[in-house]
């Protein structure tokens, strides 16, 4: 006997290996326990549906995917970084803008000034409109604190979200974003407090879910990044890492090496460094919206990505420096128009491979028996249409479990 039996529906399984999008037309799924307990074809149901479950949905022919999966974004922070953005459009470089006490500094400052409430209700509203599209399961970074307090402030506001809102939030924990102030030149002695003494209490708080590094020639080394793995790692905390994004410093193969769920930017990322990923089962995440935002002209090696057959993900980075975007949709069209990928490919990236990336794979991301009762219903003619219209927002129904 099922909850819920829904009936009419078009669905997008984002199975693998099957038809395109894994799709079943007239199809049907019995909801039992906040779980899928079945999915096929209308025709195949052993009974009458009334007889089959507790409540009878129709979903009037709408498409279905599985809730949609944003595996990467920094949606806790205070203030914008409006005024960056004309700086650069008037010609001021990174440095500049540096000079001027901007960057991810910037927001640091504010983000350490503002409440808990004026943190968590920003978020919030953040949130919101990436539910409003389908999103229900979202990795939520701290990184903007930088001490011990703020720090462990983020990821509780992150958890809060979780609680409060019909979401999955998974924590990561990236005390390793950039140097504060008042470790100005002093790198390695920053990478010793985060690695000692944050990790440690907001592990002990649980609060991470994940670790990560922003790795690249403006933030932190292979090697700092390492002691702040191997933290990780001697803490039983999966690790994720910014890697590749401004130049090839060999982050996706140190992502590889270390098993990491994902490495995500990875522009600049060589072939070799691509094929350990594969190897590894590290997926590529990537962030069209920070691409846009920055008019990078790079396009990471997705080439490279299919020959290795690397699981490749999508998400919005929503950040307020380098991709203030909250529509998990336009990043899709995004990943078609800039960076070539199929619309398919794309809706992969934040269902199947967005779950894959936060270690959620057998759980979520694909509409099969077993897994999450995350439900998207689209109005919509074809899965392909989500990733086709910008500002559309096709979304007729969300169903979340409590999984």
Excluded at 16 to 30: F, L, M
Excluded at 88 to 107: K, P
Excluded at 175 to 200: S, T
Excluded at 355 to 373: F, N, S
Aim: glycine residues 10%.
């Amino acid at each position: 006997m099922y909850d819920t039996l829904v009936l009419n529906a078009n669905l997008a399984t984002m199975r693998a290996g099957g038809a395109p999008y894994g799709a079943v037309r007239d199809g049907a799924i019995g909801i039992a326990g906040g779980r899928i307990a079945w999915v096929g074809p209308r025709a195949e149901l052993q009974g009458a549906p009334e007889a089959l479950a507790t409540e009878v949905l129709d979903a009037e022919r709408a498409w279905i995917t599985p809730g949609l999966v944003d595996c990467h974004t920094h949606l806790v922070y205070a203030g914008n970084r409006a005024n960056e953005f004309e700086m650069r459009l008037n010609g001021a470089s990174y440095e500049d803008i540096a000079r001027a006490g901007g960057g991810i500094v910037s927001t640091v400052r504010s983000t350490r000034d503002a409440s808990d409430n004026e943190l968590a209700t920003s978020a919030s509203a953040r949130l919101g409109r990436l539910l409003a599209e389908g999103v229900t399961t979202i990795e939520i970074k701290s990184g903007y604190g930088l001490d011990l307090d703020t720090e462990l402030r983020m990821l509780r506001i992150a958890r809060l979200l979780g609680e409060t809102a019909p979401v999955t939030v998974k924590k990561t924990f990236l005390g390793a974003h950039a140097v504060p102030g008042e470790y100005k030149g002093r790198a390695d002695e920053y990478i010793d407090f985060v690695a000692n003494e944050v990790l440690p209490e907001a592990a002990r708080a649980g609060l991470v879910d994940a670790v990560d590094a922003f790795c690249e020639t403006i933030a932190f080394t292979p090697a700092q990044t390492m002691r702040v793995f191997d933290a990780a790692k001697a803490l039983g905390l999966p690790v994720k890492l910014h890697a590749d994004q401004r130049s090839d410093y060999g982050g996706a193969a140190l992502a590889a090496r270390y098993g990491a769920l994902s490495a995500d930017h990875i522009e600049y990322s060589s072939e070799a460094g691509i094929a350990a990923m594969a190897a590894a089962g590290t997926v590529g995440v990537l962030l069209p919206g920070a691409y846009y935002f920055l008019r990078e002209n790079h396009l990471p090696p997705i080439d490279a990505m299919r020959r290795h057959g690397l699981a490749i993900a999508l998400a919005t980075d929503s950040n307020p420096g380098s991709s203030p975007l909250v529509s998990i949709l336009l990043a899709l069209n995004l990943a078609c128009t800039l960076f070539r990928l199929t619309p398919e490919e794309a809706l992969a990236g934040v269902t199947r491979n967005g779950a894959k990336a936060l270690g959620m794979g057998g759980t979520h991301g694909t509409i099969e028996a077993g897994k999450a009762a995350d439900l998207v219903f689209w109005r919509v003619e074809s899965p392909g249409e989500l990733a086709y219209a910008m500002g559309a927002n096709p979304c007729a129904r969300v169903l979340k479990s409590q999984q």
